[in-house]
């Protein structure tokens, strides 16, 4: 978006307010301009001068969903990554260091993870003991305390999270994401835990392939933008949101449940089927329980 003049010569000010430590003036100048433009580079900005002012929550959920934009270049990691520090947002730091395999981040984390251990054990082992113990609550209680996890040290979060993923009482979905974590964490150890289907199973989280790139997903990705993205571009979005639903309960088994792709492909985008073979019945099955699941979380 293109900014007015009016509007560049506030990002001057503001710039200048920054480089000569008045760090709220920037920020409170940079709120009004964010309030005016939906700007990527405006958010970097106000993030920097809300960082600055010590503001870290508001600078955190203010840069968040700019994931790919702070990817782009080395300065930019280094404030996305800094921001998720000054909130101690420990288990998110190190999926952002090991999807750009920084090994500098990852000791720059470290440390910041031992200083936490040193001046705040009273806190961590409480987060600790609440992931612990996440099955104990209700879906909206256990969402809050998953999030809060991620400020756990690694040692601490792994020390709960081998619980996590064994609990039945633990909201499949979250269940699946710790797993997803563990994952892109590259947690290299057979860990054991709990499915659908009411049985254990065990896993090496870092032999696990990320979703995209699992096959059946991508073909049964291809084939419903081939024959809907352009045709019927919301039945494409409602199959895709049901699809990628479907796909995060079923994780880390999705191949041995997706056993025939046509068959999933059909009962996902047919709203009544004429076919009655086991294979199309037992597919019913599968996306009628998943779909229960998904319409409580609704």
């Known amino acids: 978006m293109k900014l007015t003049q009016e509007q560049e010569h506030e990002i001057t000010l503001a710039k200048h307010e920054l480089t000569t430590k008045q760090a709220r003036q920037a920020a409170k100048r940079l709120a009004a301009l964010d309030a005016q433009v939906d700007s990527v580079q405006v958010r970097y900005l106000y993030g920097q001068a809300l960082q600055a002012d010590h503001q870290y929550t508001k600078a955190w959920r203010l840069i968040e969903n700019d994931h790919d934009f702070y990817l782009a270049n080395t300065q930019r990691q280094h404030f996305y990554l800094s921001v998720m520090l000054d909130n101690q947002l420990f288990i998110s730091a190190r999926l952002f260091a090991n999807q750009l395999a920084d090994q500098n981040m990852i000791a720059d984390i470290q440390e910041a993870e031992n200083q936490a251990l040193a001046t705040e054990s009273a806190t961590i082992a409480a987060r600790e003991k609440n992931f612990y113990h996440l099955g104990d609550n209700s879906l909206h209680v256990q969402q809050e305390r998953f999030e809060e996890a991620a400020k756990l040290p690694l ?12 609990d039945p009482y633990v909201h499949p979905l979250l269940r699946s994401s710790v797993i997803q974590d563990l994952a892109n964490l590259k947690i290299d150890r057979q860990l054991t835990f709990y499915w659908l289907d009411g049985q254990e199973y065990t896993v090496n989280p870092a032999k696990l392939k990320p979703l ?4 059946v997903v991508s073909r049964i990705i291809s084939r419903l933008e081939a024959k809907y993205s352009q045709d019927d571009p919301l039945s494409f979005q409602s199959f895709i949101q049901t699809f990628h639903l479907q796909l995060i309960l079923l994780y880390p088994r999705i191949e041995e449940t997706i056993v025939d792709e046509d068959a999933w492909y059909e009962v996902l985008t047919s709203y009544s089927s004429t076919d009655n073979s086991d294979l199309i019945q037992q597919t019913y099955a599968w996306q009628r329980k998943l779909m229960k699941i998904i319409q409580k979380l609704m």
């Open 155 to 166: 040692a601490n979060y792994l020390k709960a999270a081998q619980f996590v993923i064994r």
């Open 212 to 215: 995209d790139q699992i096959p």
